[in-house]
């Protein structure tokens, strides 16, 4: 079992910044891949951004390219999603989910979840 804690959500104005953090507990952190995907209310589960085991390779969803940025430290079995330039449609749920398949932008590939954390963004 691996057990996924986000933390970091909450309410900034368009055009800020905000950086939220999944801290995973139970088995090797560094033998999963990892993602965040968003949802909200009435909507499909987004893929934002996933990475590697070692960190080396990166994916992002097309909605944030060039925004948001995925990283992880593996020492601190956590990982980060850091979000710039904020739109209001980035408002959503944010999960992190790990994974030891491959198919990143899938959210069925990944075998545990966070609870979530909210993140709202204001015009």
């Known amino acids: 079992q691996v057990q996924l804690v986000e933390s970091g959500g909450g309410l900034v104005q368009a055009g800020g910044s905000l950086r939220v953090s999944c801290a995973a507990s139970?088995?090797?952190?560094?033998?999963?891949?990892m993602g965040w995907f968003r949802q909200t209310s009435g909507k499909e589960r987004e893929f934002v951004a996933a990475?590697?085991?070692?960190?080396?390779?990166?994916y992002y969803g097309d909605s944030v390219k060039g925004r948001f940025t995925i990283s992880r430290d593996n020492a601190k079995n956590t990982v980060y999603l850091q979000m710039n330039s904020l739109k209001p449609e980035d408002t959503a749920v944010y999960y992190c989910?790990?994974?030891?398949?491959?198919?990143?932008?899938?959210?069925?590939?990944?075998?545990?979840w966070g609870q979530g954390t909210q993140v709202t963004v204001s015009s």
């Open positions: 989910a790990a994974t030891q398949s491959g198919g990143v932008y899938l959210d069925s590939r990944y075998e545990y």
């Open positions: 139970g088995r090797t952190f560094s033998n999963y891949g």
């Open positions: 990475v590697s085991p070692s960190g080396g390779n990166k």
